[in-house]
Every structure is written in structure tokens, then in C-alpha cells.
């Protein structure tokens, strides 16, 4: 459902409360409470067990996931098979959407000098953001229903697989870069859920793959961390492999065989999002001001942002970007990703402040430094 559609079942929705069977007609209220939280379009889907659990044991058992061994704990896998083992009372899930696309000003991708950001990351934290739009819409929720709603809201922390019950309320299809894409929309946007003890009308699912026969996602991306689809068409990612994972996520040492291919992207990856036909028709920049790009994160220049990072201590960091989803990859893991992209840039003029970084208090920050050195070095030989 797009916020401003006209669609009976998002109108008027039949809710079972204990015993009884009523219609709550929510009438435009709920299209103008959806406009005025900023949600671009929502669905209801219904809270039966995921259907895509083989999958993901078999995705987990190739160990695709990396180290990030939080989702193969077995609490968390079984929460994420039944939304029951989180909200026992859960009848159906309310699925809201928020683009957070942004139009450069000035594209620095090409500019090697210049680090990037992923377009989600260059705002304030959507966590924070869009947890509070949906505690407002539960307080909405309650008014309308005329009694406390028993509900839980989540947007990308917890246990739940959202672009699944994204796909059963009709928003969109899995793309084979694993992105949920709406027809209308692409995929740059952010999704939130609310869980409810209301047994409401759920939407139809959204069954069509649009991808066709289109591999721009597959073709451009850098470490190959894109598979195809398996033999039930499902896509598969080795995250082991994809610059988001490497400089999120991932802890440790960046394979020295993808260190090359990451490019001047210091935080996440837009890529397999960038070329898909989708996004290239319908992608719009989000009116939402949280969203868009902070100055200190406009593409600012390798050497400033290494120099930055040097004089701060964690506290410091967290300080700096603790209102931004930036703060995940902590302050080593940051100047880490940094010193690779120098590396790659291969210029003479990233030498002081990498010789600066080798005295770094974190070995894992001095060992890329080092890498970065022998790049630049190796280089300017040629």
C-alpha cells in the first residue's frame, strides 16, 4: 500500500479482539497518519512461520554469514522461525517503509581521493529515527482501537527476518542482490515493524519476481559476493565477501585479495543498488531531513578523514558519531577501512599521515597502514 493509494483493506480492517469480530474503519486516518510520519508505504502481513528457514540453515551452514556469529545462535534462529518466540500474543505484523535515497550533489565515486559512504549511513541513525515514528503510530493505533494495544516495534535489532514479512504484506520482491524491490519504489528504504496482539486484515503477497533476466547486480559487483539465485530462486550473498560486511560488520583483518577491490568505500556499499534498473528509474531523494548527507560525511577527503580519526580516542568517536548508524564500525574498524582506501588510491600524498597511523594504539589499524604503505610504494615504483 502507497501512502496516498485509496484501498479498501487498508480503510476499513477487520480486527478480531477476544471473541469478538469488529470493523474498525480507520477511514483517510490512517492514510494521513502514514503521510504524516513520513512512511512511504506499508503492508500487513500475517505472523505464520517463515517459509524460508531451510534456506537459511543451509546459508548459515556454508558459512556465508562470517563471523557474524549472532545469527546462528539458536534462540535467535528459532525467533526468527516463529514470531510467536518473541511476541506470544503477536496476531499480525504491520510492515511501514521509508526512502532514504539521496542524489549526490557532487558524485565522488569516481574521485579516488574521497571517501564514501553508504547512503543509508549519511544521515542520523534511522534505528532511532524510525522507532520513534512507529511508537507514535502504536499510540495512534491504541486511539483507534480504544484500548493499549499489545505491540512490539522493531527496525533492523532484533531476531526477524523483515524483508520476508515485507514480501508477504505485497511491498516488493527479492531482488538477486538480496534487496527487498518494490516496483514503485526500488529498494533504497528503510523498513520498521510493529508487532500486534490484532488480528487484522493481512495483504496479498507479493509472489512476481521482476528481475528478469537482468544481472547488473551480479556483473558489478567488485568482490563477487553475489551468487544467483539457488534452485528454488532464492539469492544468495556470500557476506564473507561484500564490502558491507568487510567494513561493518567484519572485525578483523580485511582479506588481502579484497582489500583492492573495496575501492574508496570506507562504509557499506551501494553498488548492486546503484545499478539496478529499479532504483536508476524510480529512486527520488528522501524529503525526510534525518536522512540526508551530514557535511563531515560529504565525500570528505581520505586524508582529512585518516587525520580525524588519528587524534580521536573510542570515547571521542562514539562521541562524534554516536547519533549515526557510522558508529557499528567503531573507531578502528573505520580508520581500518580508510587506510585501505589510500591504499588504493595509491597517491604520495597519503605517506605522513599513514607513517602517523603506524603508531597507532590498535594493531589491526597499524597492519593496514602498513599495507596501505607497500600499495603507495609499489605504485610509484612502477
Same mark, same amino acid.
Given at each position: 500500500m502507497f501512502v496516498g493509494d485509496q484501498c479498501n483493506s487498508k480503510v476499513c480492517q477487520y480486527i478480531t479482539i477476544g471473541a469478538m469480530t469488529a470493523k474498525v474503519d480507520f477511514g483517510q486516518s490512517l492514510e494521513q497518519i502514514m503521510e504524516s510520519l513520513g512512511f512511504d508505504f506499508y503492508g500487513f502481513a500475517n505472523v505464520d512461520p517463515s517459509s524460508h528457514m531451510d534456506f537459511y540453515?543451509?546459508?548459515?551452514?556454508?558459512?556465508?554469514?562470517?563471523d557474524m556469529w549472532y545469527l546462528e545462535r539458536a534462540n535467535s534462529t528459532d525467533r526468527r522461525c516463529d514470531l510467536k518466540k518473541t511476541m506470544p500474543s503477536v496476531q499480525t505484523a504491520l510492515v511501514v517503509a521509508q526512502n532514504y535515497f539521496q542524489d549526490d550533489d557532487i558524485d565522488h565515486r569516481e574521485d579516488d581521493s =574521497?571517501?564514501?559512504?553508504a547512503r543509508y549511513a549519511r544521515g542520523k541513525d534511522?534505528?532511532?529515527?524510525?522507532?520513534?515514528?512507529?511508537?507514535?503510530?502504536h499510540v495512534w493505533v491504541n486511539e483507534q482501537i480504544g484500548r493499549e494495544v499489545d505491540a512490539m516495534v522493531y527496525v533492523d535489532t532484533g531476531p526477524i527476518l523483515e524483508r520476508e514479512l515485507a514480501q508477504r504484506a505485497g511491498m516488493g520482491?527479492?531482488?538477486?542482490?538480496?534487496?527487498l524491490i518494490n516496483p514503485r519504489k526500488g529498494s533504497f528504504f528503510f523498513?520498521?515493524?510493529?508487532?500486534?496482539?490484532?488480528?487484522?486484515?493481512? #495483504?496479498?503477497?507479493?509472489?512476481?519476481?521482476?528481475?528478469?533476466s537482468c544481472t547488473s547486480c551480479l556483473d558489478s559487483c567488485p568482490t563477487d559476493a553475489l551468487l544467483g539465485r539457488d534452485e528454488n530462486g532464492a539469492p544468495i550473498m556470500d557476506a564473507r565477501k561484500c564490502i558491507s560486511y568487510l567494513t561493518i560488520e567484519h572485525r578483523g583483518s580485511i582479506p588481502l585479495e579484497l582489500r583492492s577491490k573495496m575501492g574508496n568505500r570506507v562504509y557499506g556499499c551501494d553498488i548492486c543498488q546503484e545499478v539496478c534498473p529499479w532504483n536508476i528509474k524510480f529512486s527520488v531523494s528522501t524529503p525526510?531531513?534525518?536522512? =540526508?548527507?551530514?557535511?563531515?560525511?560529504?565525500?570528505?577527503?581520505?586524508?582529512?578523514?585518516?587525520?580525524?580519526?588519528?587524534?580521536?580516542? #573510542?570515547?571521542?568517536? =562514539?562521541?562524534?558519531?554516536?547519533?549515526?548508524?557510522?558508529k557499528r564500525a567503531q573507531r578502528k574498524g573505520l580508520l581500518r577501512n580508510v587506510c585501505v582506501a589510500m591504499?588504493?588510491?595509491?597517491?604520495?600524498?597519503c605517506i605522513p599521515v599513514l607513517k602517523r597511523?603506524?603508531?597507532?594504539?590498535?594493531?589491526?589499524? =597499524?597492519?593496514?597502514?602498513?599495507?596501505?604503505l607497500e600499495q603507495i610504494n609499489s605504485k610509484n615504483e612502477d
Open positions: 540453515v543451509d546459508w548459515l551452514n556454508q558459512g556465508y554469514h562470517g =574521497r571517501a564514501i559512504f534511522y534505528h532511532q529515527i524510525i522507532t520513534q515514528k512507529l511508537k507514535t503510530l520482491w527479492f531482488g538477486k542482490n538480496t534487496m523498513l520498521g515493524l510493529m508487532l500486534m496482539d490484532l488480528d487484522v486484515l493481512v #495483504d496479498k503477497p507479493f509472489l512476481e519476481d521482476h528481475c528478469g525526510e531531513p534525518a536522512f =540526508r548527507t551530514g557535511a563531515e560525511i560529504d565525500g570528505p577527503a581520505l586524508m582529512n578523514l585518516a587525520e580525524d580519526l588519528t587524534q580521536m580516542d #573510542d570515547e571521542a568517536f =562514539r562521541s562524534r558519531f554516536g547519533g549515526s548508524p557510522i591504499g588504493n588510491w595509491g597517491s604520495q600524498e597511523v603506524l603508531f597507532d594504539p590498535e594493531p589491526l589499524v =597499524r597492519e593496514h597502514a602498513a599495507w596501505a
